[in-house]
């Protein structure tokens, strides 16, 4: 497969919060059934320092997402979406919250929003905006928003039916080395007996340089 154009891989970076997070670390089952992709979803919090320094980090996180800071807002979606040892579990505040960081562009806000709505997972089922969403993370590099949009592309869910659509965001997300991607690419490459590898190229270039829509 000849390589699409890229920029540099930034998928599994961390979030810019106002007080310090280690990392990411739980996954989705419904994001497990999707290929091996484990999206790192809670945060790690020092259990060293003890529960005093968790309550202080969600109250800096509630804080700063009440102010406006778009990281701040997608990480307490998460802290609603999973809830802690001293943060109860509210789904329907998590969208509220995710809804507020996707529309200003926080990556990992608009693929959690894009699978949500591809589910129905505590909205309305709307393949629609899953696709808007995936699309707004896939234009942000990340591998699994283009996979998945890709298989909405194969299969005209939410979007025109488009194999040559499909072929170019599967392309990148194999480019990235994202789980399955490879393989559909050669699947649909075998299916449709496409052989413009210039004009794939072209669309990938294309679609990469989108400045995006905005998902409501």
Known sequence: MKKSLLVPYRFFRSLTLTCGVLSISAVTSYLRRSNG????????????????AAESY???ILQSASTGDPQS???????YEYGSETFARNPEQSIIWLEKAGHEGVAGACLYL??????GNKVTKDLTK?????????????????????????????????PLTALAWYGIAADYGYPGAEDAFLRLLKETEYENMKELNKTQEILLQDGGTVCN
């Open 130 to 162: 899953a696709a808007c969403w995936y699309s707004c993370a896939a234009l942000k590099d990340w591998p699994a928003a283009q996979f998945f949009l890709a298989g909405l592309y194969e299969h005209g869910k939410g979007v025109a039916s488009s």
């Open 114 to 119: 894009g699978m949500k709505y591809e589910y």
């Open 37 to 52: 992709f484990f999206c790192f979803v809670c945060f790690l919090i020092l259990f060293s320092q003890g529960m005093g």
């Open 58 to 60: 969600e109250e800096d």
């Open 73 to 79: 807002q997608f990480a307490l979606a998460l802290l």
